[in-house]
């Protein structure tokens, strides 16, 4: 095993178990997969993003299209009629859903779309 991460963990658990691995001589974690998307962005932002930045952790994310929410399939309570995902999907149909919805739609035609999953790093200048 080359690298270890940790998944759901908050920022207070990942300082304690790195503080843990430096006073014990252990592997500590080199990467970490949170939620994060467009529309669950507070949780990695306030928590684990400073923690990850202090430590030169890796992130990888997970649900980057909110259950295919952010790529425009379903729009309405109507799209979700009958699909396997439509317990997930419908708590962003919501004001504030649609409103991220309509960004990235409106996008123009001939430019390409922001993606959810790298948006972050570039509204800060980092690629």
């Known amino acids: 095993m080359r690298v270890i991460g ?10 304690e178990a790195l ?6 001589g252990l592997p500590a974690y080199q990467v970490l997969q949170p939620e994060y998307n467009l529309y669950d962005r507070a949780g990695y932002e306030t928590d684990i ?3 990850a930045l202090a430590h030169q952790l ?5 649900w980057s299209l909110a259950s295919g929410f952010l790529s ?5 309570k109507e799209d979700l009629a009958g ?5 997930r999907v419908e708590k962003y149909l919501n004001e ?7 960004a990235l739609t409106g996008w123009p ?16 200048g980092r690629a």
Request: hydrophobic share 30%; aromatic share 8%.
């Open 49 to 51: 993003e400073p923690v």
């Open 83 to 87: 699909k396997v995902r439509a317990a």
């Open 96 to 102: 504030r859903g649609l409103r991220i919805l309509g």
């Open 72 to 76: 425009g399939k379903y729009r309405s």
């Open 109 to 124: 035609r001939d430019e390409p779309r922001p993606r959810a999953s790298r948006w972050r790093g570039s509204s800060r």
């Open 58 to 62: 890796g992130v990888v994310v997970y």
């Open 6 to 15: 940790a998944s759901n963990y908050s920022g207070a658990r990942v300082e």
């Open 19 to 24: 503080a843990v691995a430096r006073r014990h």
